[in-house]
């Protein structure tokens, strides 16, 4: 394929050519079945990395269909009700946690904590789910000036919000680019970064903020511990974390207790 | 951590037990995300309950492995059905497409072999340069070339068109040359 045909396919796909052009398009798609597949894998691969999209199957075939016939065997049906079980037992127990009275609560909370000087306390929450709790502990810092000032600034942070994380990417990058001095467009950056499993990425937007002289440098290594995790990587956010607390830095605190639900 | 395998085994052999640690582990996570992107409990519900058989129902059919760690893989699953169900309301209310009318069965192997297909894409793109990865990314999220030049420091849109079809052809041989990709072109 050449790129006057690639960018062919990729007008058609975004709507963009002209009617005669359209047209042609898909008479020649009827015609060239190996034009279709191009034209069909292009259209695949923009669903697939779009998150706003999804890359439906159009034409199921006999694999679909033995699929489908597992899907409704008997055995399947009983794996289904294992899961609903399980679904129901699990609803459960937070139900009936929920209606513990009070005093349950501080008598339960008394006894994790007198045991929680002799046991180590198991590590069963998935660094994903930390990730979350501890993102959401961190107040993060506000873009919103004064007068609409800095529309740009306050438009990336609406995108952050409203979890457009690839607009948000684009924007603040551009900020920076642009030589907008804030700590906090490093750290929007690497989050949206991070939102949309870039972490390689998130990291290095971090390892810049940890190495400029922004005032908020420090804070770097926080945000890079909670990137890690949510990177799935739990030693490398332990590291992170103990040298936080070793050095004083930025949210020691929250350090020191995700670094002991780990 | 509990190794992917133990909890595929515990799946298709309904061990409630196991079953039951897998939604401690998971479901508040998953939760999380289907109520932050416009559903509801029950959606979150549904959702996780239709990944946990369709990952049953493949590792019965086909053994297959999970990579990473099985929490992860299950997010992934999970974010993917969420998807696809956002993706069909958004298709009902705009009427683009006429929906086809599947039973269960058909849908949930439908949902199945898309995710097959988004694991083969994402394995794929994994192995192409990180640079191209970033253009990529630029490109499918549909940021016109004058945004990529922008983005990416490139002198001309000329030149930018030129790096992502290089990218995007490194990408495409690597799916076609993957015998997986012949099961699943035609669909």
Not at chain 1, 137 to 151: F, I, Q
Not at chain 2, 51 to 76: C, H, M, P, W
Not at chain 2, 98 to 106: G, K, P
Not at chain 2, 170 to 177: A, K
Request: hydrophobic letters at 40%.
């Amino acid at each position: 394929m050449n790129l006057e045909e690639d960018y062919l396919i990729e007008r058609f796909l975004k709507g963009e050519l002209s009617e005669d052009e359209k047209e042609q398009m898909e008479t020649r798609m009827v015609s060239d079945p190996e034009f279709s597949e191009k034209v069909a894998l292009e259209r695949q691969l923009f669903k697939t990395f779009d998150e706003e999209d999804w890359s439906d199957i159009e034409n199921p075939d006999k694999e679909v269909e033995a699929y489908a016939e597992l899907f409704g065997a008997q055995e399947s049906k009983t794996i289904k009700s294992a899961i609903a079980s399980s679904a129901a037992t699990y609803k459960r127990g937070k139900t009936k946690t929920l209606r513990k009275p009070v005093w349950l609560y501080a008598a339960a909370a008394t006894i994790i904590l007198v045991l929680s000087f002799y046991f180590l306390w198991p590590a069963g929450i998935a660094p994903e789910e930390l990730y979350h709790t501890y993102l959401d502990k961190t107040e993060l810092p506000s873009l919103v000036t004064r007068g609409d000032s800095a529309p740009d600034q306050m438009k990336a942070q609406a995108y952050f919000e409203n979890q457009e994380y690839r607009e948000a990417v684009q924007l603040f990058a551009d900020l920076i680019e642009n030589g907008g001095q804030s700590g906090a467009f490093y750290i929007y950056l690497s989050l949206a970064q991070a939102e949309l499993g870039e972490f390689s990425e998130a990291l290095a937007t971090l390892d810049k903020l940890i190495q400029s002289d922004l005032l908020d440098s420090e804070k770097g290594y926080w945000y890079k511990s909670l990137v890690y995790l949510k990177a799935d990587q739990p030693q490398d956010a332990k590291s992170l974390l103990e040298l936080i607390i070793e050095k004083n830095y930025y949210q020691q605190l929250l350090a020191e207790s995700l670094l002991d639900e780990l | 951590m509990i190794s992917s395998r133990l909890y595929q085994e515990a799946l298709i052999k309904g061990d409630t037990r196991l079953i039951g640690d897998i939604y401690e582990n998971c479901f508040p996570t998953v939760r999380k995300f289907v109520l932050k992107n416009n559903g509801t409990d029950e959606d979150a519900e549904d959702i996780f309950q239709k990944s946990l058989l369709q990952i049953a129902v493949r590792y019965k059919k086909e053994k297959f492995e999970i990579r990473n760690d099985f929490e992860g893989y299950l997010f992934t699953v999970c974010k993917n059905l969420w998807r696809r169900e956002l993706n069909k309301s958004k298709k009902r209310v705009t009427n683009e497409t006429l929906l086809n009318l599947y039973s269960e069965e058909q849908d949930n192997a439908l949902a199945l072999m898309e995710q097959k297909r988004f694991e083969l894409f994402n394995e794929k793109l994994s192995l192409i340069s990180e640079n191209c990865r970033k253009i990529l990314s630029l490109y499918f999220a549909k940021m016109s070339y004058a945004k990529i030049v922008e983005a990416a420091g490139y002198n001309s849109e000329t030149v930018a068109r030129q790096r992502v079809f290089k990218c995007k052809k490194s990408l495409t041989d690597l799916i076609r040359g993957d015998k997986r990709y012949i099961s699943l072109k035609e669909l």
